[in-house]
């Protein structure tokens, strides 16, 4: 869970940010159990847009993201 909230909010700044700025999400260290192995997947450019390949990853992190009430 803790990936795909790290990968929605790295989506959200990608499509709000303009491509100059460079964008780091990380988990706070002590607040995961496995900190280091989800800053490792969110810090890995290849892991993030292959998980953006995916087209039913993608739909979950637009619903993320959606302002829309379900």
């Known amino acids: 869970m803790a990936t795909l909230i790290g990968l929605s909010i790295k989506v959200k700044l990608l499509r709000s940010l303009p491509e ?13 159990a496995s900190e280091d192995a989800v800053n490792k997947q969110l810090a890995d450019k290849e892991r993030v ?6 087209s039913q990853l993608l739909e979950v992190v637009n619903q993320c993201l959606s302002t829309k009430s379900p």
């Open 49 to 54: 847009a292959a998980a953006l390949e995916n």
């Open 20 to 32: 100059r700025f460079k964008i780091d999400v990380h988990i706070t260290p002590g607040t995961h």
